[in-house]
């Protein structure tokens, strides 16, 4: 679309194919506005736009993790992340085993002040903890939910040996359950 303001500040991260969408925030003395996904500024960059699925997480406590989640294919999913109110870590693992970057994580504070959100890719495994109490996280899925294509790894899995930046004090019986990513079918 010419001429159209570009309003989603879309920045690389150290995985391919995963990004931080940013926002820019247009002032005034009633607060701000700004472009929180753009199907249009996604497809330029060659990134899946498409949205099946609005999925929302209300977390209590802080300390609650989720993860690391995954649907295998051919269900893989991407989907968008953002925190809508309080504060996560969202942590993303590249289960591409054709991927220069297999095997490798990426972690980012997402938070209802900064309202970063992060576009993950199909191939990715995802999960969070909260940082704050009284959280929520909504996710954008560019495709369905298939129950018996869900698949996950636990989040203290050595072989990702990824850095929690607190303990985690609340995990659902199916997370406490994942197998390492050895074992778990991908």
Known sequence: MAGLAKNMLIEETPLGGAYLLRIERHTDDRGFFARTWCAHE?????LIARVTQSNTSFNESSGTLRGMHFQAPPFSEAKIV????????????DIRANSPTFRQWF??????????????PKGF???FITLQDHTEVVY???DFYVPSASRGFRHDDPAFAIKWPCDALDLSEKDKAWPDFEESSC
């Open 42 to 46: 996604l497809e330029e960059r060659g």
């Open 82 to 93: 953002r925190c809508t109110k309080g504060a996560i870590y969202d942590v993303i693992v």
């Open 107 to 120: 972690g980012v504070e997402l938070n209802d002040d900064n309202r970063d959100s992060l576009y993950i």
């Open 125 to 127: 495994a995802h999960g």
């Open 140 to 142: 954008l899925m560019s």
